[in-house]
């Protein structure tokens, strides 16, 4: 069960539809997948994608670290030695979404050797999670098309609009259009990706106060401490902290100091082992939880809802596990299936997807 190497491979995959948000914009995957290979001949796998404008971490950094630093930490130790490679890991500063891949690359191969599921050995409290869609910013028009196909095509009734633009009625235009098309079918919630002032916020939240919206999130800039509280202390939703609690200390920050009422766990910024201890964390405070996304391809999305489904407190709301359908393809033998607005997870060992080699091979960006 010793870990014997960790590779991690550049590919890129092109979005059909970029996703814009108001922190940045992406056109392609252009992640690194994670392969942690094992005395047993078991590796595990998982993917990093770099979100430079949220956490400042980049293709070529991710591999930089994880070669330089995280594989000779961790190669010799078992499976089993989790703890001991975050530990090892923890003292590198930042990087989380290397580290996470790692992490979780080492979950599927021990998954893979026990012959369990990753979800069932995290908790096991369900077999699947509702989605909820992710609409980056477009005309209005477009935005509400675009719900129309998910809540057809894929039974999804959960949407987290991107606002966050000047002016502001760019973006609650588009709630209200949401609303106005689909009444109480659907739940709505926004992210502003720090794009707004608190005062702006406010204003904005007023402006939506009868839109029934299940949350906001992040609309703000967390370093403005007492802006946010003040906005927070005046919303009737629950407000979500997502790129401001990247870790469980940072929750703790957050929700001790009434700026956030709510928070985002992203397994692609917390692994499994950290993401484990945020959960528990959350559960204690007694605060709601959504399972976030990083802007997964098919594996990310497989370890969120690997992660989101193996407790309940992780699995109460829709989890954002759609915007993979924004790509042209992906690496995956049997891809992620929506139906009924749920993704079921896998019941073969590990994270439970498998890696197509001749797709690797078509992307990957270091041949
Ligand atoms: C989200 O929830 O914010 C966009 C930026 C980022 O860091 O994650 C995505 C989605
Ligand atoms: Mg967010």
């Excluded at 950094?61 to 000779?72: M, N, S, T």
């Excluded at 078992?78 to 290397?98: C, D, I, K, S, W």
């Excluded at 759609?322 to 299936?337: G, H, K, V």
Aim: charged share 25%.
């Amino acid at each position: 069960m010793k870990i014997t190497a960790v590779e991690a491979i550049p590919f890129a995959i092109p979005y059909v539809k970029p996703l814009k948000f108001a922190s940045g914009e992406v056109h392609a995957a252009t992640h690194v997948l994670v392969r942690v290979h094992t005395d047993a001949g078991v590796v595990g796998v998982a993917e990093a994608p770099p979100r430079p404008f949220t956490y400042g971490e980049t293709q070529d950094g991710i591999i930089a670290v994880i070669e330089g630093i995280f594989a000779p930490a961790v190669v010799g130790l078992t499976l089993l030695e989790r703890e001991v490679v975050a530990a090892r890991m923890a003292r590198t500063v930042g990087n989380p979404a290397a580290k996470s891949a790692v992490d979780m690359a080492i979950w599927d191969a021990l998954g893979k050797v026990l012959g369990l599921p990753v979800g069932d050995m995290l908790g096991g409290y369900t077999d699947r999670m509702r989605v909820g869609h992710m609409l980056g910013f477009a005309e209005p028009a477009a935005m509400v098309a675009e719900a129309e196909k998910m809540v057809d095509t894929y039974g999804i009734r959960t949407f987290k609009v991107k606002v966050g633009r000047h002016p502001a009625s760019l973006d609650t235009a588009v709630v209200r259009a949401l609303r106005e098309r689909f009444g109480d079918d659907v739940e709505l919630y926004v992210d502003g990706n720090r794009g707004w002032t608190a005062a702006e916020s406010a204003r904005a939240m007023r402006e939506m106060a009868d839109l029934d919206l299940l949350f906001a999130e992040e609309l703000c800039d967390a370093a403005d401490v007492l802006g946010r509280r003040w906005l927070v202390e005046q919303l009737a939703v629950p407000f979500i902290a997502d790129e401001s609690v990247p870790t469980p200390a940072d929750v703790t920050r957050e929700i001790l100091g009434r700026s956030a009422t709510a928070i985002s766990i992203k397994t692609a910024r917390s692994g499994f082992t950290t993401s484990r201890r945020t959960h528990h964390l959350a559960e204690g405070l007694g605060v709601p939880v959504v399972m976030g996304n990083q802007i997964d391809g098919q594996i990310g999305t497989a370890c969120t809802l690997a992660f989101g489904s193996a407790f309940e407190l992780t699995s109460r709301y829709a989890g954002e596990l759609s915007n993979f359908l924004d790509m042209s393809d992906d690496l995956l033998t049997e891809p992620l299936q929506i139906r009924d607005g749920h993704l079921h997870r896998s019941t073969a060992p590990g994270i439970g997807f498998e890696v197509d080699p001749d797709k690797l091979e078509k992307y990957r960006t270091d041949n």
